[in-house]
């Protein structure tokens, strides 16, 4: 036996077709009926307050009275000072004086040894780099 199906319309037919033509909804919390909602709560609990003989606090100067907030974002006010990390180039090499090294004295026991090392900082040229 042969069962013909009817034909997929596509989910619910026309009623997401009128959903999507409609946009997107808002969220709840965007209607006025929340806003109404929270202000009714707010106002209702102000005159349970007042009843009691309390006001409900609402900055923080009212609830912790004598107390100063500390600045969310300081800024720093030092003032900065650039000095060149190196001599200017063509001057004399300030750890060799401009020799390019310096000469090392190892003697010991009546035998004279002396050796010349170069300065790394200027590579033995006595010029500052």
């Known amino acids: ?21 409609r946009g997107p909804e808002r969220d709840e919390t965007d209607t006025d009926l929340f806003r109404q909602l929270v202000r009714q709560l707010v106002d209702e609990g102000d005159d349970r ?3 009691a003989g309390r006001q409900a606090r609402r900055t923080f100067a009212e609830m912790h009275p004598g107390t100063t907030r500390q600045p969310v974002l300081q800024m720093l006010t030092r003032t900065v000072t650039f000095a060149p990390s190196a001599p200017a180039a063509g001057a004399t090499c300030t750890r060799c004086g401009g020799t390019g090294g310096q000469t090392i004295d190892t003697s010991s026991d009546g035998v004279s040894r002396q050796h010349w090392q170069s300065c790394q900082p200027c590579g033995g040229t006595g010029v500052a780099r």
């Open 1 to 21: 036996m042969t069962r013909t199906r009817p034909a997929n319309r596509g989910g619910y037919g026309g009623m997401e077709d009128d959903d999507n033509r």
């Open 49 to 51: 307050a007042a009843a």
